[in-house]
Each structure stands twice: as structure tokens, then as C-alpha cells.
């Protein structure tokens, strides 16, 4: 089945910088979620993005699928966005999620 | 708009009892529905999914099944828990083509 891939697997921040995500799929996808999940356990959506790029607010992120990748940016990162971020591609009415980014942001 | 509930949010159960969880959609008509499990520390493992009343697909053979009785209802069941059953369990909802939203989760510990 189709492989995917996120890295780096945590990363530390102090608050104000910016980070960038990546999530690598081993075979073509229908479409491409990126979630953050919250320290209460909650998944948010924050794009749906099988091409392109997109923006909201101080994230974004840009879909290659003709490469196999997908990217998410957060700039000026605030402690509330410490928790983990998901990549999830969907293959046949499937979602694949990858392992997961570990983001905290310290104060 | 579309909500998706989950109950109960929290639940403690001795190893060796039947378990039942519910997840319910709102706003929305024949939906795909799942069901995951999160390990402390790990990431979602799909476990079942559905695309109509009565249509369930396994991902991972274990001892837990699901059922869907209705359109926006999935239930997850198991007639006898495992330790290793503890964990958060999400449900989700989506339609063909488009976006996957999660419930709030219930957060299971077998004793």
C-alpha cells in the first residue's frame, strides 16, 4: 500500500519563528489533508490541498503531486500551535495519515 | 452545517467486558464513515470503514467490529476487551472526493 512519510518527526520552536513541514507519499493521491491535532486529542482540519498552494492566515502550504509531496509553512508560531501535525492522502475512499510531526512552540 | 458527535468522551473498562461506542452525523446524507485508533504517542490506525448502511470494510483484524444501522450512524463494538484495545478512538466522516472530519474522540483505558 501507499507509503507516507513526514519529517521531521519533532521539532522545538521558540515563539515568533517560522517552520516548515514536510509530508512525502510513495504513489499518486487523490487528495491531500493536513490536520493539527490539538493537546486535547481534537483534529482540526487546517488544508485540503491535492494541488497547489493555499493560504490561511499564518499558515500555508503547497501540494507537488507530480512530485510525491506537500509542504505546510507556519510563520510567527504561537504556543497554541505546539501540537502534532498530519499529512493524510486519500487513496480509494481512504485516508493514509503519516506518523506525525511533533511541533512545540516555547513561550 | 455538519457536526459529528462522539460518546462517550471518556471510559474505563475492565478487561474482558463488551464495550459500545457511538459516533452520529448531522447535516449531511450518505457520508463515508471511519473509525481510528490512536495509540499514546502514535498515529491513527484505520480500523473500519463505511460507505452505506450495512457496508463495513476491516483494515486490521482484532477483536473489535463496527456496525452501521443507519445513514449517520457508526457504532463500534467489542464482546470482550483487551488490554491492548486501550487508546483514543476517533470517528470521521466524509464524501467521495472531498474533505475527512474527526469527531472529539473517546479516550479508552482497560484495566
Known amino acids: 500500500g501507499i507509503q507516507v512519510e513526514q519529517s521531521p518527526p519533532d521539532l522545538i520552536l521558540q515563539e515568533g519563528a517560522n517552520s516548515t513541514l514536510r509530508c512525502n507519499f510513495s504513489?499518486?493521491?487523490?487528495?491531500l489533508q493536513w490536520f493539527h491535532q490539538n493537546p486535547w486529542g481534537q483534529l482540526i482540519n487546517l488544508f485540503y490541498?491535492?494541488?497547489g498552494t493555499k493560504q490561511n492566515g499564518r499558515l500555508s502550504a503547497t501540494t507537488v503531486a507530480t512530485e510525491r509531496y506537500s509542504l505546510l509553512y507556519i510563520s510567527s508560531s504561537q504556543t497554541t500551535d505546539s501540537g502534532v501535525y498530519f499529512c493524510?492522502?486519500?487513496?480509494?475512499?481512504?485516508?493514509?495519515f503519516g506518523p506525525g510531526t511533533r511541533l512545540s512552540v516555547l513561550p | 452545517s455538519q457536526t459529528i458527535h462522539q460518546w462517550p468522551a471518556t471510559l474505563v473498562q475492565p478487561v474482558g467486558s463488551p464495550l459500545s461506542l457511538e459516533c452520529t452525523v448531522e447535516?449531511?446524507?450518505?457520508?463515508?464513515l471511519y473509525w481510528y485508533r490512536q495509540a499514546a504517542g502514535r498515529g491513527l490506525q484505520l480500523l473500519f470503514y463505511?460507505?452505506?448502511?450495512?457496508?463495513i470494510s476491516s483494515e486490521v483484524p482484532q477483536n473489535l467490529s463496527a456496525s452501521r444501522p443507519q445513514d449517520r450512524q457508526f457504532i463500534l463494538s467489542s464482546k470482550k476487551l483487551l488490554l491492548s484495545d486501550s487508546g483514543f478512538y476517533l470517528c470521521?466522516?466524509?464524501?467521495?472526493?472531498?474533505?475527512?472530519?474527526f469527531g472529539p474522540g473517546t479516550r479508552l483505558t482497560v484495566l
Open positions: 470521521a466522516w466524509s464524501v467521495w472526493g472531498g474533505q475527512e472530519f
Open positions: 504513489d499518486s493521491v487523490n487528495n
Open positions: 490541498i491535492p494541488s
Open positions: 493524510a492522502v486519500e487513496v480509494s475512499q481512504n485516508f493514509v
Open positions: 447535516g449531511t446524507s450518505n457520508p463515508n
Open positions: 463505511s460507505v452505506g448502511i450495512g457496508q
